[in-house]
């Protein structure tokens, strides 16, 4: 890095540090420096640094923790990060959770056509089996099944290999964890089991449906699943608006 070319210019810093970030030379956790030695690697004065920092920590790319022990730690983008910022939009437009569910009622089902039609549909049906011997191991603990019942929905995502909808689903599926955690908790705990064994089921035969490329059918197939899942678990929430205090 070129510190004399940062001198005084805040931003500029930011820039650098972020593409560090962004470019996976920096990991989670890692530590920057403390501010003495930032100072000293990019020669500028300290108000300078402070508001390069102040940007990155607005970003939610690092934090600074004080004291003697202190320094800058970076933060890897996720989807909680992205889920924060799309939240902030959503409650400046008074966006409902049940909004937000049917975004992903339609994103979903698109995606496990494409893991239907895709080359390795075999492959990906297998590791989605994984979930559902899982789900069946686990049907009679509400929590570990439902874990189950999520990591598959994450992996038909994975699965779909598109970079751009597997981004939005991430954020959309964080937006309706954190706005709805408590009451989906509590209802899955809730829920017969027999309920539970009709829903693996239906993951059941979606797996066949991909396993079998029938794209048509599995997008079919899953709408109408994520169409009862809107119902079971959104319940009373479905109207209330995305708060941003929910995704702190």
């Known amino acids: 890095m070129s510190g004399g070319t940062a001198a005084g210019k805040p931003k500029q810093i930011a820039d650098e540090l972020r593409d560090l970030i962004i470019s996976g030379a920096l990991d989670e956790g890692d530590l920057l420096g403390t501010e003495a030695e930032l100072l000293e690697r990019f020669k500028v004065s300290r108000p300078s640094l402070r508001e390069s920092l102040r940007i990155l920590e607005a970003e939610g790319l690092i934090s600074v923790m004080r004291g003697a022990l202190g320094g800058v730690v970076v933060h890897r983008p996720d989807q909680r990060m992205t889920a924060r910022a799309a939240a902030l939009v959503m409650q400046a437009r008074s966006i409902s959770l049940l909004d937000v569910f049917e975004a992903s009622a339609v994103i979903e089902p698109a995606m496990a056509r494409m893991v239907a039609m895709s080359r390795g549909r075999e492959r990906g049906a ?14 009679q603990d509400p ?10 929905h994450s992996e038909m995502v994975q699965l779909a290999g598109n970079q751009t909808l597997i981004v939005i689903c991430e ?28 829903t693996i089921r239906e993951f059941e035969q979606l797996v066949d449906l991909i396993a079998a490329g029938d794209g048509d059918a599995a997008q079919a197939h899953c709408a109408a699943h994520m169409a009862r899942l809107r119902r079971g678990l959104l319940g009373e929430h479905g109207s209330s608006t995305i708060e941003v205090n929910h995704h702190r």
């Open 143 to 152: 929590v570990g099944c439902t874990t189950a019942m999520v990591g598959f």
């Open 126 to 139: 297998a590791r989605l089996r994984e979930f559902v011997i899982e789900m069946k191991r686990s049907v």
């Open 171 to 198: 954020m959309i599926n964080e937006v309706i964890t954190r706005a709805a955690v408590a009451d989906i908790l509590t209802r899955s705990q809730g829920e017969p089991v027999a309920s539970r064994r009709r």
